[in-house]
């Protein structure tokens, strides 16, 4: 099925350093969707992207939706220990109003 | 927001037996969506669950294996039958508002 490549897969940094990571695909989405998902527990949603071009912010996380519809980034500032987790992005793909394609993953580790 | 949860929160189950998961939301929602969650993998969908109809299954899924259940607005189930070491995984209920998706805790199932 349609794949989203996330990178980097895993990471590690140390605490107050910035962190990007991105989403890419070859087909075209009408949203983007990130997620963070701590060990034993479901994802929560982070930030949603509705519109080309959108930049969007939740605290020290910002997203942004690519112009050509078929990427998006996530970044992180000054990271702390509590944002070690796996981060999805999501989408919908167009023509798919409810189904939510899934980003393979990154794996954020803060080293203190 | 919703609240939705999901029971059991964990189970280990014998080869060739049948379990039951159960996923609830406090507030009622359309459209209800079951995902597995493979150790160490992103999220797959399952099927997407609608009050009153049969279940729309994603390819490589089917009825027999994963029967589903949407009585009402507020609640389904899952059942995994016959189940094998393969199954072992963690499996996530969701509900959509709007383009969004919101995840319950998941059920992490280990099959011997």
């Known amino acids: 099925g349609q794949q989203l490549n996330q990178s980097p897969q895993s990471m590690f940094i140390q605490e107050g350093e910035d962190v990007s990571m991105n989403c890419t695909s070859s087909?075209?989405?009408?949203?983007w969707l990130w997620y963070k998902q701590d060990p034993g527990e479901g994802p929560v949603l982070l930030i949603a992207?509705?519109?080309?071009?959108e930049l969007t912010s939740n605290g020290r996380l910002t997203a942004q939706f690519g112009i050509t519809r078929k990427d998006s980034f996530l970044n992180i500032s000054a990271s702390i220990p509590s944002d070690v987790g796996i981060y999805f992005c999501?989408?919908?793909?167009?023509?798919?109003?409810?189904?939510?394609?899934f980003g393979t993953g990154t794996r954020l580790q803060v080293t203190l | 927001s919703a609240v939705i949860s999901q029971k059991p929160s964990r189970d280990i189950c014998q080869r060739g037996t049948s379990l039951t998961i159960q996923c609830q939301v406090d507030?009622?929602?359309?459209?209800m969506f079951w995902y597995r969650q493979q150790p160490g993998q992103s999220l797959t969908l399952i099927a997407t669950?609608?009050?009153?109809?049969?279940?729309?299954?994603e390819s490589g899924f089917v009825i027999d294996k994963f029967p589903i259940s949407r009585p009402n607005l507020t609640f389904s189930t899952l059942t995994v039958s016959n189940m094998s070491p393969e199954d072992s995984s963690i499996y996530l209920c969701s509900f959509s508002f709007s383009y969004e998706q919101f995840f319950g805790p998941g059920t992490r199932l280990t099959v011997l």
């Open positions: 087909s075209i989405f009408n949203t």
């Open positions: 669950a609608n009050q009153g109809s049969e279940a729309t299954y």
């Open positions: 992207l509705y519109k080309a071009g």
């Open positions: 507030s009622q929602v359309t459209m």
């Open positions: 999501a989408g919908h793909l167009t023509g798919t109003a409810s189904k939510l394609t």
